[in-house]
Structure formats: C-alpha cells, structure tokens
C-alpha cells in the first residue's frame, strides 16, 4: 500500500510539475496538454543545447581548427541570426502556420547536427574544418529563423496569467537536465582520445533535440489565416519613423550594441583557452558550465525578489560595474578551482543582469509594438556580437587571448559609461481610469 501511494503522489507531483503547478490543474484539458508538451520540449532541448554550447567549439577545435577561425564562426552565426530573425517575423506573419514553420526549421537545425557528428567520416583535409563551421552555423541559423514564429505559438498556448508560475516550473527542469548532459557530455568525451568522443556527445545532443522536437509537434496551435496578414511588413522608413520620439530606447540600443560587442570579443575563446592554455579536460569545461548554472540558480529567488523593490536600471547598472572585473580575474585563473570562483561571481552577475535588462526593454519601448521594437532591437545585438567575435579573431590570430582579455574587459567600462550617463529610469504607466 505505501509504494503505490509513494507511487501516486510522484505521479501527482509530477503532473502539478509540469503545468505549472496547481494553476495549470484548473485549465482546460487541451491546455493543459499543450503546456505538458512544451515542458518536455523544454527539458529535452536545454539538454541538447547545453552540450552544443559547450563543446561545439571544442569539437571543431579538435578537428583542427585555429583560435581565430572559432572566433569567425561565432561571429558568422551571429550575423545569420541579426539577417534571418525580421525574414523570420515576416514568414511567420505570411503564412500563419507557425507551428510548422518552427518544425521545419528546428529539423533543419537537429539535422545540421546530425550532419556536424559525420563531417570527420565524410569530408577529409583543409576544407573540413570550414564544413563543420558551416554546418554549426547552418544550426543557429535555423534556430534563429523559427524564433517569431515558436515565440508566437508559445504566446497563444501559456495563459498569461500564469506564465511565471509556468516558466518557473519549465526554466527549473531545463537547468536541472542541462547540467545532467553537460556533465555527461564532458565525461564521455574525456573518456575518448580522438575524436569519437565528440562525436558521440553531439549524437547524443541530436537524439536529445529529436526528442524535443517530437514533444512540439504534439502541441495543438491554431493557423492564422493569411488573409489577415495582407499588407504586414518592414522597411528602413518604418524603422526610422518608429524610432521617433524614443530617446530611452535609442539609448538601449546603442549600450546594447556596445556591450555585446565588448562581451564578445573574448567570450568566444574561453572554452578554447581552458582546454589548449591550461589544459583542462572536457570533464573540467562541463563542471565549470556547470558551476555557473548553480550559482544562478541558487541566486534567483533573492535577486528577483531584490528587483521587485529596486528599479531596473540601478540593478542593472550595479550589474554592469562588476562584471567588467571578469575577464581581469582570468588574468590570474590557472587551476580549475581559480575558475570555479570566477564562475561562481559570473553566474550571480549575469543572472542579475539578464533578469533586470530584459525588464529595462521591456518598460522602454511602446507597449503596442513590443514585437518589432523587440526585432530591432535583437538584430542591433546580433550584429555586435559578430563585429566583436570578428575583432577577437584579429586580436587573438596576431597577439594571444591575454590581450583579448583586456580589451574586452576595458570596452565593457566603457558601455557601463554610457548606460550611466544616457539611459535612465522610463516614466512609470499608470493604467487609464
């Protein structure tokens, strides 16, 4: 009698898990089946994802590419995601079948995968490391491109009224089995000498994001119709008048860009560093992602309570001051340890800076055209990022990573400069009586 009762309370536990708690009990049947179809879409692509993350660059690396060509393909994946994320809107809006579009083109991206495992066996001499960059960057363009149309399904299916509670449920489930298969990930491939262990791993991430693709197809999303799409579109004049008479955004915008371009000059080239600098193993990198994770983890609770009483910009400023001292504390960093400290301060410093900025946009742009200021302003990000991934390449193919370091860390000053000096607290709304 216990084991069955052990038994249903897990079950219960489970299914109150995911949807969202008790909230998600109340909702209709359909809905509710929506929302347990998502969360395991959730649990099954952070795991996949988590490996690319982490040892995508390693893996090419492996296959004999150079410090600088890791930093181009970072910053030609960014450019692919800043030219297909408005054609993305643009598809999605046109169509109207978004549930497709976003399947089609993660099968797009688990395929490059798929294809990423096979390029040592295919494909021999110096071309090979170009076709593995391609095809990771085939990956992230995919992605890029179903984004619109995934965020749009995901709004109609999450009732808004609890999509905290939800999103709680399905970001805690992701972290926990991200972490599971970056351990194991790294953990295999240690186990490896040549290559084979990079190549199971990313087998597993495909198996991973099949898994999570087949869990999306089971969500049941409406179709826009066309018809009432007749007309939509974007252009230069648009973007110009839209950002009329928004100076607090304007102003977003240019720190973002700065910003992303200081971060990315250098964050590119850490795994690379750690494994061909201070010779860790895979294992290490996998327990050093996974560091972060906890400490963000264990943090968020506190900050978000912290944000609900101090406003986003000075949160997001105090962010900004302290996470420029990064990339100087690897100046020192030569043991596993040294930066498992540096992890720790990092996942606390950017959980804090990820929560408040995305609340700092949101309160800066016109609530009435959150869906293309948000487009803009994810394109301008996208864009930086390669420019700084490209700048890194320079710096580290003619000096080392100690200078990239450097500058990284100085242009992040810079950016928290000009966020001081030109963004400040957007006007509270107060709701029409």
């Known amino acids: 009698m216990k084991p069955r009762t052990l038994l249903q309370k897990s079950s219960l536990w489970l299914a109150n898990l995911t949807v969202g708690g008790l909230w998600g009990r109340s909702l209709a049947p359909h809905q509710q089946r929506n929302l347990r179809w998502f969360w395991f879409d959730g649990l099954f692509s952070s795991a996949s994802d988590n490996i690319m993350i982490n040892f995508v660059s390693l893996y090419i690396l492996a296959l004999g590419a150079s410090e600088a060509q890791i930093g181009l393909m970072s910053s030609f994946s960014s450019i692919a995601c800043a030219i297909l994320l408005l054609p993305g809107a643009l598809l999605a809006e046109r169509l109207g079948r978004r549930k497709l579009i976003a399947l089609f083109c993660y099968g797009g991206a688990r395929l490059a995968i798929l294809l990423l495992v096979f390029v040592p066996i295919l494909f021999k001499g110096p071309n090979l490391v170009w076709i593995a960059i391609g095809f990771s960057v085939l990956r992230d363009s995919f992605t890029n491109l179903a984004y619109p149309a995934w965020m749009d399904v995901i709004n109609e299916i999450v009732p808004i009224e609890g999509r905290g509670r939800y999103f709680g449920s399905r970001n805690f489930i992701m972290n ?133 009483r101090v406003s986003a910009r000075r949160l997001q400023l105090a962010g900004m001051l302290m996470i420029p001292l990064l990339p100087f504390a690897w100046l020192f960093a030569t043991q596993v340890w040294h930066v498992a400290i540096i992890n720790t301060f990092s996942g606390v410093m950017w959980g804090l800076y990820n929560l408040v900025s995305f609340n700092l946009l949101l309160a800066s742009i016109p609530h009435d055209q959150v869906p293309w200021f948000s487009a803009v302003y994810q394109v301008i990000v996208m864009l930086s990022l390669a420019l700084g991934a490209l700048v890194g390449s320079t710096l580290i193919a003619r000096w080392s990573f100690i200078p990239v370091l450097i500058v990284s860390g100085a242009c992040r000053f810079l950016a928290t400069a000009f966020f001081a000096w030109k963004v400040h607290d957007p006007p509270q709304t107060v709701p029409a009586a």
Do not use: E
């Open 176 to 308: 926990v089995t991200g972490m599971i298969a970056t351990l194991l990930a790294g953990k295999l491939i240690t186990l490896f000498v040549t290559n084979q262990g990079y190549q199971i791993a990313l087998g597993l991430a495909f198996v991973l994001g099949a898994f999570s693709t087949f869990s999306y197809s089971h969500i049941r999303a409406m179709s826009v119709p066309a018809v009432t799409l007749k007309g939509s579109g974007f252009s230069l004049r648009k973007i110009t008048s839209m950002l009329k008479g928004q100076p607090q955004f304007i102003a977003l915008v240019v720190t973002a860009a700065f910003w992303n371009f200081a971060v990315n000059i250098s964050s590119p080239f850490f795994n690379v560093y750690m494994v061909h600098n201070l010779k860790f193993t895979a294992t290490s990198v996998g327990f050093l992602a996974v560091v972060s994770i906890l400490s963000t983890l264990a943090t968020q609770n506190q900050i978000g309570a912290l944000a609900d």
